[in-house]
């Protein structure tokens, strides 16, 4: 891979604030280039692995999440009787920028 594509709403990410002075790049391209590794973030597997690809014999014991007919989530895991009442809380702060609100939830 020689070239990184990168669309305009994440073209800021491509400067490394404080980087003048380095003696290696942090530049995708360049020659003499730190080795750099975002580890803020998570892998995350499709949504639908487990119930596509689990063994026939364990599909039963999944945990299940619906919507019910007035809009409320719930969950049900194996190990307990009753589902649970999913609520997701809405959470507004700061972006890493410091420019922008993120909206999570």
């Given amino acids: 891979m020689s070239e990184i594509v990168v669309n305009e709403a994440n073209q800021w ?5 404080g980087a003048t002075g380095w003696d290696k790049s942090p ?4 020659a ?6 975002s580890s803020d973030t998570h892998a995350n597997e499709p949504g639908n692995l487990w119930a596509e690809r689990i063994d026939a014999k364990y599909k039963d014991r999944l945990p299940k999440m619906w919507i019910d007919e007035k809009g409320i989530q719930w969950r049900k895991m194996e190990a307990s009787e009753q589902p649970d009442r999913l609520v997701l ?8 920028r410091g420019d922008h609100q993120v909206l999570v939830g």
């Fill in 89 to 96: 809380a809405r959470l507004v702060g700061v972006g890493v």
């Fill in 32 to 37: 003499n280039k730190y080795l750099m590794i």
């Fill in 13 to 17: 990410r491509l400067n490394t604030p």
């Fill in 27 to 30: 530049q995708p391209g360049a």
